[in-house]
């Protein structure tokens, strides 16, 4: 079993950033890949970024390329989405998730077992 607790979320002006974090426990943090996805109202959720078990790989959905950053510190069995330049449509709740069954990041919801709660971005024009 796998636990995951997201933070960090909140509203802020178009062009602020944010930083999420998602704590995670319960099984060896380092072993698994962790992902990002986002979904708004009446939209399905939708891939973000995710990363590998070492950090060595991201990916990114070409909708925040360049404007979000994935990163990891399996110390702290923590992954973080660095969220800069952010417009209204990154409006969503976030959820981070992990990939148990692997160590290389996909960008397939299905392929995540594990899910958290969620956390609340708005970004306001």
């Known amino acids: 079993q796998v636990q995951l607790v997201e933070s960090g979320g909140g509203l802020v002006q178009a062009g602020g950033s944010l930083r999420l974090s998602c704590a995670a426990s319960?099984?060896?943090?380092?072993?698994?890949?962790m992902g990002w996805f986002r979904q708004a109202p009446g939209k399905e959720r939708e891939f973000v970024a995710a990363?590998?078990?070492?950090?060595?790989?991201?990916y990114y959905a070409d909708s925040v390329k360049a404007r979000f950053t994935i990163s990891r510190n399996n110390a702290k069995n923590t992954v973080y989405l660095q969220m800069n330049s952010l417009k209204p449509e990154d409006t969503a709740v976030y959820y981070c998730?992990?990939?148990?069954?692997?160590?290389?990041?996909?960008?397939?919801?299905?392929?995540?077992?594990?899910w958290g709660q969620g956390t609340q971005v708005t970004v306001s024009s």
């Open positions: 319960g099984r060896t943090f380092s072993n698994y890949a």
């Open positions: 998730a992990a990939e148990t069954t692997s160590s290389i990041a996909t960008r397939r919801a299905g392929d995540y077992d594990y």
């Open positions: 990363i590998s078990w070492s950090g060595g790989s991201t």
